[in-house]
């Protein structure tokens, strides 16, 4: 099993999201921005290296707000760990996905996520988080 974490970036009313470029595993998903947990990276950590490589932006990361582990058909099993991004410098820049976009919680369900996320989907369109 993977250990992946994941930040919720909130500007305003709105939350960013990630679609995973064309040809990489789960191609064309949308996910919440994150990454592989790398051998004795603290996650928290391993969120803010993420954050400057793939969005170029130094992110405050806060508390976890919630755990999920999911099994993909294919077998590929994770762990995944959503933490609160309290702020960040610079702005958001597309550095390694298809596209980026700032969207109001209440609409996420209208975008392909990867099954992982769903749950995270539903509770901020919930308003739940």
């Given at each position: 099993?993977?250990?992946v974490t994941a930040g919720i970036?909130?500007?305003?009313?709105?939350?960013?999201?990630?679609?995973?470029?064309?040809?990489?595993a789960f191609e064309l998903k949308?996910?919440?921005?994150?990454g592989k947990v790398e051998d004795g990276e603290?996650?928290?950590a391993c969120l803010a290296r993420e954050l400057r490589?793939?969005?170029g932006i130094e992110a405050t990361i806060g508390p976890e707000v919630y755990r999920t582990w999911h099994r993909y058909a294919n077998g590929f099993a994770v762990e995944l760990l959503f933490y609160r991004v309290t702020g960040f410098r610079g702005?958001?820049?597309n550095r390694a996905f298809e596209s980026i976009?700032?969207?109001a919680p209440a609409d996420l369900g209208g975008f392909d996520f990867l099954e992982a996320d769903r749950e995270m989907v539903a509770l901020l369109g919930e308003g739940r988080l």
């Open positions: 099993m993977v250990k970036i909130r500007d305003g009313g709105t939350v960013l999201v990630c679609q995973r470029r064309r040809g990489a949308w996910e919440f921005p994150g603290d996650p928290q490589e793939e969005l702005v958001a820049e976009r700032w969207a």
